[in-house]
């Protein structure tokens, strides 16, 4: 048998894209799709809704492998919400009502509904999304006028700051896990305080260790391939999604073994590990049993 190898090694790599307001996450990643040609893989890691803008993480290659790994992070917004009005989208986009507010809600108010959705809780996702129910998106149904009951799944929020509350105006970041929406804590903060809210502006300012400072307009990105830059050459170190994990250097032999598909012989208190080759990321190792180690993402050429 003779050998049988990855795609290639220069095929892998993350582009942490800046998404502008008025497209859709796949339009981003069919334009890179365009540049490296239907051979090989592209995905995104993390949608945006088409009014939001901010960090896109598109993943090239055997990079989409890691996409996974992405979804672990902490992401960071910046949102901005309108009290007084709610929509059927739970944002600015959708059908608007204007509710009568005979109070305005204090600071105080708004900050101690905030402080009850920071930690491990359920939250319902908008109608209008891409949630699936028996098969079927929640925003096709929705917009067919079907009735459909969303359950609400756990979710986790580690922070929330107010940046600034002049009603109906309020600014917030927030730092959560994968699965939160942010047009679900702006009509969930209209119910408590009886006014409604909604969601008229979002900016997703980092991913993990990949932040807005550092992300590439996807115009000056394809103008300089145009004139003749490595469309690779932008892509973020890889590196940078294993920067807080256990390592575990491979030797030769590790190496050959996993290029085989052997497990490995590790001793190591965790259950996951990242591994390199002089230097670079090369697997993802997890244990299966006992001190034995698989690979559950191999970047090594594997032998037929």
């Known amino acids: 048998m003779g050998k049988r190898s990855n795609p290639p090694q220069r095929f892998a790599g993350v582009l942490n894209i800046f998404k502008p307001a008025g497209c859709t996450s796949r339009d981003i990643v069919n334009r890179v799709q365009r540049v490296f040609g239907r051979q090989v893989r592209v995905g995104h890691a993390g949608t945006l809704d088409p009014m939001a803008t901010g960090v896109l993480l598109v993943c090239i290659g055997r990079a989409t492998k890691l996409m996974p790994v992405i979804h672990e992070f902490c992401k960071s917004y910046q949102a901005d919400f309108t009290l007084g009005r709610s929509s059927d989208t739970d944002d600015a986009t959708g059908n608007i009502k204007v509710w009568n507010v ?36 929640a925003y096709a149904m929705a917009r067919k006028g079907e009735v459909i009951e969303i359950s609400p799944r756990a979710i986790e929020i580690f922070d929330i700051e107010i940046l600034d509350y002049q009603y109906p105006k309020l600014s917030l970041k927030i730092r959560c896990g994968s699965g939160t929406y942010i047009r679900s804590i702006a009509r969930d903060l209209g119910v408590a305080l009886g006014t409604g809210g909604l969601m008229h502006g979002l900016a997703r300012t980092r991913i993990g260790p990949f932040q807005l400072g550092n ?80 690979a559950t993402l191999n970047w090594l050429p594997t032998m037929g």
């Open 102 to 137: 005979e109070e305005i809600p204090s600071l105080t108010q708004t900050q101690q509904f905030l402080k009850s959705q920071v930690g491990e809780i359920m939250q319902t996702p908008p109608a209008y999304s891409a949630v699936k129910l028996q098969g079927r998106r």
């Open 215 to 294: 992300s590439l307009a996807i115009d000056s990105w394809e103008d300089a391939i145009a004139n003749g830059a490595d469309p690779l050459s932008s892509c973020e170190n890889v590196e940078l999604l294993f920067e807080t994990w256990d390592q575990h250097i491979l030797s030769d032999a590790d190496a050959e073994g996993l290029s085989h598909g052997r497990p490995l012989e590790v001793k190591h208190a965790g259950d996951r590990l990242a591994a390199y080759k002089q230097g670079k990321f090369v697997a993802i190792l997890e244990r299966k049993k006992g001190d034995q180690f698989k």
